[in-house]
């Protein structure tokens, strides 16, 4: 009887080790877009905040995105949403390749490099 206590206890352990790791996954790509990002001309800016809203500001590429919007992350790809809650249309692809650099892709293969500020 003992023995199954112990298993019971060491899977218990081990479940909440990896919620955690997974959980602190997501926070940290999350966090890795909070501050300002300005694009390599200086026209455009991002300014992702901790409540999940950007703000826009200036030319960015292709995209029309001034304004206040909400964001969301999963799965490699990032979201925009107007406040109100309809759908702005944008998802793109993103990486960040140093920390201070950060790579939005459309679907279309054209790219925004950004540099945080």
């Not at 199954?4 to 955690?20: C, E, P, S, Y």
């Not at 390599?40 to 292709?62: E, H, I, P, R, W």
Request: overall charge positive.
């Amino acid at each position: 009887m003992k023995k199954q206590k112990k298993f019971v206890l060491v899977v218990g352990i081990i479940l909440v080790i990896l919620t955690t790791i997974t959980l602190s996954g997501c926070l940290d790509e999350k966090s890795k877009f909070i501050g300002t990002w300005r694009t390599s001309g200086g026209d455009g800016t991002m300014a992702f905040n901790n409540d999940n809203k950007v703000t826009v500001t200036g030319q960015l590429g292709d995209l029309s995105l001034s304004g206040t919007h909400t964001w969301a992350v999963a799965d490699g790809k990032i979201t925009f949403t107007s406040e109100s809650g309809g759908s702005v249309g944008i998802t793109l692809d993103y990486r960040f390749p140093t920390d201070n650099q950060l790579i939005l892709t459309g679907s279309s293969g054209g790219a925004i490099t950004l540099t945080k500020t």
